[in-house]
């Protein structure tokens, strides 16, 4: 009850001119209300994230934001921004629970808007967003149609180039790749964590820089400049860059993706792999209680695999076999 609220400050504060603001007032009384505000008629604005956007009073230059944990970061990005408009120093305080009581995407929520202090900082807090929300709905685990099929990274492409496409005037054209990409699942972590590199910027151009890496010799300088950079690679640093290396491997073959788990996995080919379909046949022949077709273009195979490193050996292993027998 902001109203409540209200009382509560007055109660609190009896010097203090205390108003009220939101979006369930009549626009004349509201507007009113914000006129006043401007003008120091009197000095509480006590309501709702209404003022998230439109709002300029460089005079104010104290927020306080009340379960800043259910708000968004773009929201307490925009709230806090309300004060500090002019050359008077500001101050904004996030009221929450406890850390425990709160969700830990709230608690991460917290820590970005806390770490974000220069101006400018808009593609910053956009990136913390996609790193807590993910990529959102167009590109996340609801989407319909044959997103599980084709996997995330291979989809993000031929989205990327439907809208070039469409940019330049021409027909998107999805049944070509412009690239072979072959899209690799071990079902483990694979990233750059945080608490390796605090840098969110940083971390999306290494991203960056490791998926342009063209050979294993790009790969291996840039983790040697990582190393350098940042100390030893993490488990999960380590298994990003053996899913490239193993990329490499797989594209060579014709695989167009590889999902690995922890009792086995399947290899799918592109419709003309660079492989002798008599080396897979002689594949399942030598061991057919690991080895089995799946249609026309899937192998599956049985392996126990529990870690990270047993999936990446096994397939590196796996991968090497056909590669002696490629075209």
Do not use: W
């Not at 300029?56 to 408009?85: E, H, M, W």
């Not at 101050?91 to 608690?107: E, F, H, N, R, S």
């Not at 439907?162 to 899209?183: I, M, T, Y």
């Not at 605090?198 to 990582?226: C, F, G, W």
């Amino acid at each position: 009850d902001i109203d409540r609220v209200a009382r509560e400050i007055e109660a609190i504060l009896p010097e203090a001119k205390v108003a009220v603001a939101h979006g369930q007032m009549r626009e004349r009384e509201l507007e009113q209300v914000m006129l006043d505000f401007y003008h120091q008629r009197f000095n509480v604005l006590v309501c709702t994230t209404i003022i998230e956007t439109g709002i300029d009073v460089p005079s104010a230059n104290t927020i306080f934001i009340d379960r800043a944990d259910k708000l968004g970061l773009a929201q307490l990005y925009q709230i806090r921004g309300r004060v500090g408009r002019s050359h008077h120093r500001a101050y904004a305080y996030l009221i929450t629970p406890p850390p425990k009581a709160m969700t830990k995407d709230a608690v991460k929520r917290l820590e970005a808007i806390e770490s974000i202090e220069d101006l400018g900082a808009g593609f910053t807090l956009a990136t913390h967003d996609m790193e807590i929300r993910g990529a959102g709905e167009l590109l996340g685990d609801e989407q319909s149609g044959q997103m599980h099929e084709i996997g995330f990274s291979l989809y993000n492409e031929l989205l990327e180039r439907a809208v070039n496409a469409l940019k330049s005037g021409k027909e998107p054209s999805l049944n070509q790749s412009d690239r072979h990409f072959v899209e690799i699942d071990l079902h483990v972590p694979a990233l750059i964590p945080s608490d390796y590199l605090p840098d969110v910027h940083t971390r999306l151009v290494l991203y960056k820089r490791i998926s342009a890496s063209k050979d294993n010799e790009a790969l291996h300088e840039l983790q040697v400049e990582m190393i350098d950079r940042f100390g030893l690679l993490p488990e999960q640093v380590k298994t990003l860059f053996a899913i490239h290396e193993l990329r490499f491997k797989a594209k060579t073959v014709g695989i167009r993706k590889i999902d690995v788990y922890d009792q086995g996995g399947r290899l799918m080919f592109e419709e003309s792999p660079n492989i002798d379909p008599m080396t897979i046949i002689n594949l399942i022949q030598k061991q057919p209680r690991k080895f089995k077709l799946d249609g026309q273009d899937k192998l599956r195979f049985v392996e126990d695999m529990p870690e990270a490193e047993d999936r990446i050996v096994v397939l590196d292993k796996l991968l090497d076999a056909l590669l002696e027998k490629s075209k």
